[in-house]
């Protein structure tokens, strides 16, 4: 079992800076990638980034590519995203998951948590 700790989320004007915090309980088979998604109100749930703990191979979906950084600290079982120049379309809950190999779909991810709402306003 992981569990995932999301923070960091809030109230931004467009073209604003946000970064968000997920720490891991532990590292497993099962978390070998760390993923980013985001659900806004009506919406599926969307892949936003990922990271390999070993290594640090990044992935990212393209409406966030050049905006959103995602990054990770072994260390402290830490993931985050930076995400600049922040739109108003970003604006959805944000949740962190992991999986045992990197996939931009949802249903591959094992472990979730409870989300961190981001609003960018206009």
């Known amino acids: 079992q992981v569990q995932l700790a999301e923070s960091g989320g809030g109230l931004v004007q467009a073209g604003g800076s946000l970064r968000l915090s997920c720490v891991a309980s532990?590292?497993?088979?099962?978390?070998?990638?760390m993923g980013w998604f985001r659900q806004a109100p009506g919406k599926e749930r969307e892949f936003v980034a990922a990271?390999?703990?070993?290594?640090?191979?990044?992935y990212y979906a393209d409406s966030v590519k050049g905006r959103f950084t995602i990054s990770r600290d072994n260390a402290k079982n830490t993931v985050y995203l930076q995400m600049n120049s922040l739109k108003p379309e970003d604006t959805a809950v944000y949740y962190c998951?992991?999986?045992?190999?990197?996939?931009?779909?949802?249903?591959?991810?094992?472990?979730w948590g409870q989300g961190t709402q981001v609003t960018v306003s206009s």
């Open positions: 998951a992991s999986s045992s190999s990197y996939s931009p779909q949802h249903y591959d991810y094992s472990y």
């Open positions: 532990r590292r497993t088979f099962s978390s070998v990638v």
């Open positions: 990271i390999t703990w070993k290594g640090g191979r990044t």
